[in-house]
């Protein structure tokens, strides 16, 4: 049997003990463990989520025939420098990362990276899957949809990755019991206290320029089963897990269905105590629907904020980053509902947007202030595979 790690380091802010379940990578492998050829032929030694010293980790890690990572903005450096050293001491161990942060289109990556061996792209469940296959003898790489391939320093791109037609074949690793293991290992610890990632639907039909989400290849959404969610939340409360982080792009876009999720929540709230908060991307145009469901939450206790976003006030900033706002009628419908029933309305603004100066960046926020909006202002950031990140866009607008 091949050893398999895997290794999803959590955000870790200063001074906090809240730490997520590495859920990427645990759903990755659940999916890959549907298929016979996996089971017989690998073995998943361990999971990685807490941020040790690259020594300690490694020092822990038993002759890895694999070693996958989920990148992001938080832990690049670190899994670039974790990969460099399992790659040092193991050199035929295969150095995988996916995740947001795997660039789709640096030529120049494994020139600069030459210890990684394979990048995959999008959805991760496919491609790994038959990575892991063709390691084994099981097809060829080449074939794979959606992964780079590292050449001596050559990229190989195998074309776009496919996504699951149906995410009734997805299993959950919560429920398949890959964290359990996880959670017994923390519940004593006082240091640590763990939060919750769920996912209701994938995609989003937005197409904004400084996200990675949208787009043509994420653009239609699709939903996974309402009794997996169910039984999600329920393990949730049956390990006391307090906060659960949905990480859907727009909650509410489906009006009864999320409605009914909210219901779910509430529920197994007041007959567990557990979980005690539900934080979520709620629907970029939001409505009547939307604020109902922040009354349900707000009233159990369970809402952390409900935001409408809308990045900036400026016009030719929206136009640019292909972005369009609630008008104002609409925008003022929505504040005056959550008002009325005791909801509080956050909207987030990017500093920093193509075409934004700033005398419009104080203009639109002394706006919203006057209208009590309570405004979230977060530095502009330039995803790695977002079509703001393009060398053309960012030439257009002097980034």
Same mark, same amino acid.
């Given at each position: 049997?091949?050893?398999?790690?895997?290794?999803?380091?959590?955000?870790?802010?200063?001074?906090?003990?809240?730490?997520?379940?590495?859920?990427?990578?645990?759903?990755?492998?659940?999916?890959?463990?549907?298929?016979?050829?996996?089971?017989?032929?690998?073995?998943?030694?361990?999971?990685?989520?807490?941020?040790?010293?690259?020594?300690?980790?490694?020092?822990?890690?038993?002759?890895?025939?694999?070693?996958?990572?989920?990148?992001?903005?938080?832990?690049?450096?670190?899994?670039?420098?974790?990969?460099?050293?399992?790659?040092?001491?193991?050199?035929?161990?295969?150095?995988?990362?996916?995740?947001?942060?795997?660039?789709?289109?640096?030529?120049?990556?494994?020139?600069?990276?030459?210890?990684?061996?394979?990048?995959?792209?999008?959805?991760?469940?496919?491609?790994?899957?038959?990575?892991?296959?063709?390691?084994?003898?099981?097809?060829?790489?080449?074939?794979?949809?959606?992964?780079?391939?590292?050449?001596?320093?050559?990229?190989?791109?195998?074309?776009?990755?496919?996504?699951?037609?149906?995410?009734?074949?997805?299993?959950?690793?919560?429920?398949?019991?890959?964290?359990?293991?996880?959670?017994?290992?923390?519940? +004593?610890?006082?240091? #640590?206290?763990? *939060?919750?990632?769920? /996912?209701?639907?994938? !995609?989003? &039909?937005?197409?904004?320029?400084?996200?990675?989400?949208?787009?043509?290849?994420?653009?239609?959404?699709?939903?996974?089963?309402?009794?997996?969610?169910?039984?999600?939340?329920?393990?949730?409360?049956?390990?006391?897990?307090?906060?659960?982080?949905?990480?859907?792009?727009?909650?509410?876009?489906?009006?009864?269905?999320?409605?009914?999720?909210?219901?779910?929540?509430?529920?197994?709230?007041?007959?567990?105590?557990?979980?005690?908060?539900?934080?979520?991307?709620?629907?970029?145009?939001?409505?009547?629907?939307?604020?109902?469901?922040?009354?349900?939450?707000?009233?159990?206790?369970?809402?952390?904020?409900?935001?409408?976003?809308?990045?900036?006030?400026?016009?030719?900033?929206?136009?640019?980053?292909?972005?369009?706002?609630?008008?104002?009628?609409?925008?003022?419908?929505?504040?005056? +509902?959550?008002?009325? #029933?005791?909801? *509080?309305?956050?909207? /987030?603004?990017?500093? !920093?947007? &193509?075409?934004?100066?700033?005398?419009?960046?104080?203009?639109?926020?002394?706006?919203?202030?006057?209208?009590?909006?309570?405004?979230?202002?977060?530095?502009?950031?330039?995803?790695?595979?977002?079509?703001?990140?393009?060398?053309?866009?960012?030439?257009?607008?002097?980034?």
């Amino acid at each position: 049997m091949k050893n398999v790690y895997l290794s999803q380091m959590s955000l870790e802010l200063p001074g906090s003990k809240y730490y997520y379940f590495p859920y990427s990578v645990g759903v990755v492998w659940c999916y890959a463990m549907t298929d016979k050829v996996v089971r017989e032929n690998y073995k998943l030694k361990d999971i990685f989520f807490l941020k040790k010293s690259i020594d300690d980790i490694v020092s822990s890690m038993e002759d890895p025939a694999i070693l996958g990572l989920s990148s992001y903005i938080w832990n690049t450096k670190y899994n670039e420098q974790l990969a460099k050293t399992v790659k040092k001491k193991w050199p035929d161990c295969k150095i995988v990362i996916g995740g947001a942060n795997a660039p789709d289109k640096d030529q120049l990556y494994f020139k600069d990276k030459p210890y990684v061996d394979y990048l995959i792209h999008q959805e991760g469940e496919i491609s790994f899957l038959g990575l892991l296959k063709s390691l084994v003898g099981q097809g060829d790489e080449t074939s794979i949809p959606g992964i780079s391939i590292n050449r001596n320093g050559e990229r190989i791109v195998t074309g776009k990755s496919v996504r699951i037609d149906d995410l009734t074949h997805v299993p959950s690793p919560y429920l398949t019991g890959l964290f359990d293991k996880i959670v017994e290992e923390c519940k +004593d610890r006082d240091d #640590i206290i763990l *939060n919750g990632i769920i /996912e209701t639907n994938r !995609g989003c &039909p937005f197409m904004c320029t400084f996200c990675d989400w949208g787009g043509t290849t994420f653009g239609k959404i699709k939903k996974f089963d309402i009794s997996r969610i169910k039984a999600e939340i329920q393990w949730f409360a049956d390990n006391k897990i307090e906060y659960i982080n949905n990480t859907d792009a727009n909650f509410g876009i489906y009006k009864e269905r999320d409605m009914a999720i909210v219901d779910l929540l509430v529920d197994i709230k007041d007959k567990h105590q557990y979980p005690k908060i539900f934080d979520t991307n709620w629907n970029k145009n939001n409505n009547q629907a939307t604020v109902q469901m922040a009354s349900k939450l707000l009233n159990a206790g369970m809402m952390r904020r409900f935001t409408a976003s809308l990045q900036s006030m400026n016009p030719k900033v929206l136009e640019a980053i292909k972005r369009t706002n609630l008008d104002r009628s609409q925008l003022d419908n929505i504040v005056y +509902d959550a008002r009325k #029933i005791g909801i *509080n309305v956050n909207t /987030e603004m990017i500093v !920093g947007l &193509p075409e934004e100066t700033y005398e419009s960046w104080k203009s639109g926020v002394c706006q919203l202030l006057k209208d009590d909006f309570i405004v979230e202002s977060y530095p502009l950031a330039l995803l790695q595979n977002s079509e703001m990140n393009d060398p053309e866009y960012k030439e257009k607008y002097g980034i």
